[in-house]
């Protein structure tokens, strides 16, 4: 591996010192050096990411970018349905009202706290581990946040192994503001008792830039038994000794408590939405992370960035979680006068990474090509304690045992080594061809206790993998014209084994020890850009192979006993097409004062299993069966959504409809809800939204609007075991209304 990186970073130097600068005055190049730039003097919310941002290479990946101030939506309370509207395919978990769990998904890829995808905060890591357990327990507050860049497949080059691709919450960092001290603050009011406040604070003065906000939220929920409140804090500051030389330090904290009211039959849920059936199930969540960030413009070719990063993070849980889900109900016992023990989770991460990335442009004959690399290191430790039935019997948040022993005790380690480069070799005025490699190292490490079984601790086999990785994509652009282009790549990429799959109870469960990381690729070919001075048009073909699923068999010994195989159980094609468009207009010249415009995001996506392997009884013996052409789960085949603004001065009234078309949740297809209601048909589903925005004398502003405006029933998810089991119901009709206030 030492070899290797070596050799990359031998072919960057290079190629970089050795080639000679070139006049770029006549060549078609889209460059900012500084990510805060972006789309800064922009009115609209969705915009095209340059080619070259910083370090990083965008050009010829489907990628797009979010301006936060330009969203006319509920961002208060994290409603990505509003938020990334204009991202088609983009399939969204409403478990809950908070946002505090941000499930999002494309292309027939499992949205579970959008663990698909490789999920960063100004560039770093902000998942658990995205290695060993990539699930995304903390998302920044939105109000904060400056920029969401969002991109899809051919980022798995640069960004890691996700089959998603990246999304990157990029914070305020002060840059933007023009004197050393402004202030903003925001009070938020809606329905189910929500309250939010938010106090920003930053500035620039000479040499120095900061900002800094703390923000509170709490709310009653809008079902029964699910209160929440949310505590964050950030600071940043940058100094810039020098125009070459930057250097950032940011510190965050988030503290999340929230109630879960599991969940429903299907049943219960057309009858009374807002019930719950329990009442004694928590989660906390508290997060932090640490990042020092330095850039440096060697010279006019060569710009270097360089981060190191760590992160500490507590995810707990308590509640009752009986076997047999819903049905059994969490009553108090008359013989003991009072509830069940219940289950206690501690989930404890500990991580560390540094990357550092370089860009440099050199010539090659009489035209410029442009390298990025970089190499990444990365380590994280997840220490999991659990007892079921041991927890307090009382009904508030409370971790303690009855007896203080836990059942099970495991630790996992991962360690990550990676180097990766893309070029762009830029093909006369109009043509760039982009290839790209990524070299991984990595290794997951499991042990510990694993249960307890009549008072002797159950341990298990150590289990280890270490495996190397060589990954390949390609990119091309045609520029059709200044502000069009057309775009197309292919990428290889992974999912690695993951803790849980190296972590199963012994005796009942085996791993195969031929387990293998799932392994594919994404392409897309599209055309992209302004055909019209008022009309943006992105529409695009993908196609997602994915190789190696991992899951479970059920398998029969010699001795005719019977186990759970962890193993690789088949593969899946998710294919489509993805299409937006937007237009911003006046209503006539007559009239102008009057704007309005509106967009389509559509997606189209047959998601299905191209071989899947599964255990089943039939004539009274364990049969393997193939569920070949099997829809994919949780994979809708139609997303729409499409919105209408209208604007009379600085006056903003927006509407949003939302329409997601029934999906599977298992992969044996069941039509029928179960009666625990785990499994079956999530109904296609229709949601409007109203937004109105209106500034007052420069520094005030007012927001309100209603989310869900029919008070349509319907619900996304079906949970097989926790923060359910059941159908977790969506939010029923709301409002809200957002005072801000902006000290200039």
Known sequence: MKRTLCAIGLLFKTLLFLGQPVDTSSTHIKYLPEITLVGGSSRSDLQQIPEIVGTSIYAGKKASLLVLKNVEGNI?????????????????????????????????????????????????????????YPEAYYNPQLQAVQRIEFIRGHGALQYGPQFGGMINYILRDGSEFKKPLQVETQQTLGSFGLYNHYTGIGGRSGKWNYYSFIDHRQAQGYRANSRYFTNAGFASVTYTPHPKLATTLEFMRSHIRSQQPGGLTDSALYTNNRQSVRSRNWMDIDWSTLALRVRYTINAQTRIDAKVFTLIGDRNSVGFMPGNGIIQPDAIDPTSGQYANRNVNIDRYRNAGMEIKMIGDYSIRKSMATLSGGIRWFTGNTDRLAADGKGSPGTNYNLDLIDGIWSRDLDFQSSNYAGFAENIFRLGEKWLLIPGIRVE?????????????????????????????????????YHVGSKTELYANITQAYRPVQFADLSTPPGTDRIDPALRDARGYNADLGIRGQVHKRIYVDVSLYLLQYGNRIGTLLEQDPNGNFYNLRTNVGSSRSKGLELFTEYQGRLSKERSHWKWGGFISYAYNDARYIRLQVSRWIGGQLQKIDLRNNRVENAPEHLFRGGL????????????????????????????????????????????????SCPIRKVWSIKTGINNLTNAVYFTRRAGGYPGPGALPADGRSAFLTITYQMH
């Open 76 to 132: 208060t309370t994290n409603t990505m349905r509003q938020v990334m509207a204009k991202i088609p395919g983009l399939q969204v978990w409403e478990s809950d009202g908070s946002g505090i769990q941000i499930g999002i998904a494309t292309r027939g890829l499992s949205p579970n706290r959008s663990w698909e995808f490789n999920i960063r905060q100004n560039g770093y890591d902000i998942a658990a581990d995205p290695y060993g």
């Open 645 to 692: 603004n209208l604007q009379f001065k600085q006056i903003k009234l927006t509407g949003q409809f939302n329409y997601v078309s029934r999906v599977y949740t298992d992969a044996n297809n069941t039509q029928s809800p179960s009666s625990n209601g785990q499994n079956g048909v999530i109904p296609s589903y229709r949601i409007i939204d109203l937004t109105v």
């Open 441 to 477: 190292w990595l290794k997951g490490t499991v042990r510990g206790q694993n249960n307890i079984e009549n008072g002797f601790p159950i341990f298990l086999i150590p289990q280890s993998k270490q495996r190397a990785f060589f990954l390949t994509g390609l990119g091309a652009e």
